[in-house]
């Protein structure tokens, strides 16, 4: 259980209810479906225990849930304060875990450390929506690429890569985290390297500026893989906004570049004047 819980990064108590679960289950099959059966491991000791849970009633109708006051007191000797309404618990015997039965127990803990093993990636990476993330490429399924997050796998969807680029199994990779989903049973954490905020988030890396919200990037239009325009504006009238993003000898705009594998970038100055705005970003 410990080495479980510490390499899925899960509680350990979500195994133990599981693996109580799975007893249960066991337990059942072994002494019917209509008794009442709870199954306990010992947090220290790691004994499990299996009783048959029932309730005392005046009359009995269900034998295998009901229990007459007399009845209950002849079970549970030690205890006199019994009245109806109680529930007792009856010890049964250990279960020999079949075949079958161990394997509707593992199948029963697998599922449940894999739910929360999902819902851990959600809380961890539900704050990581619109950063840049970097990863590894693990494989390709059906022209989608999966990449190795380190504690979780995003996807990078065929419509969202760069046309014309070629990426294999082992590459690193930067994309946009642009969505992630809480579901059981697909990938939940998308990403992106198509998406104009994607553009965007690496001028906010390279260019300080525009990190210390002095330069703000307006808009943002691309062809993935062709071209790409973006809209600047400065805060401070005597910083030229064009100049701070393509940096010395076109040094920060080239790392984009770079990025986006030679994709070209027309950085334009905002002006409110529409005429003037459109014949600069033609």
């Known amino acids: ?37 709870e199954a306990q491991i010992d947090r220290k000791s790691g004994s499990i225990k299996i009783h048959k849970v029932l309730t005392i009633v005046e009359k009995v109708e269900d034998p295998a849930k009901e229990i007459t006051l007399k009845g209950a007191n002849l079970i549970d000797k030690k205890n006199e304060n019994l009245k109806v309404g109680d529930k007792i618990y009856e010890e049964l015997p250990q279960v020999d875990f079949g075949r079958i039965a161990a394997q509707s127990a593992k199948q029963v803990i697998s599922q449940r450390v894999r739910e929360a093993e999902k819902s851990r990636q959600y809380e961890d990476f539900k704050d990581k929506k619109g950063q840049i993330l970097s990863g590894v490429i693990k494989r390709q399924e059906y022209s989608n690429v999966i990449v190795d997050l380190g504690r979780a796998e995003g996807i990078i969807r065929k419509e969202e890569l760069i046309q014309r680029e070629i990426l294999k199994n082992g590459d690193r990779v930067k994309a946009y985290c642009f969505d992630v989903k809480e579901d059981a049973k697909a990938h939940q954490i998308f990403l992106s390297r198509a998406h104009p905020q994607f553009l965007a988030k690496l001028f906010f890396q390279e260019v300080p500026e525009i990190y210390e919200g002095i330069i703000e990037i307006k808009s943002v239009s691309r062809d993935p893989g062709s071209r790409a325009k973006i809209l600047v504006s400065s805060k401070d009238s005597s910083l030229d906004p064009v100049g701070a993003c393509v940096g010395m000898r076109g040094s920060r ?22 005429p003037t705005l459109v014949a600069e970003s033609l």
Request: aromatic content about 6%; glycine content about 4%; charged content about 30%.
């Open 1 to 37: 259980v410990d080495s479980v819980a510490n390499e899925k990064s899960i509680d350990k108590e979500l195994i133990l209810n599981s693996m109580e679960t799975a007893i249960q289950r066991a337990a059942y099959s072994k002494f019917g479906s209509e008794n009442e059966i």
């Open 253 to 274: 705009v080239q790392t984009v570049v770079n990025e986006l594998q030679g994709e070209k970038i027309d950085i334009i100055k905002w002006t409110e004047d529409l």
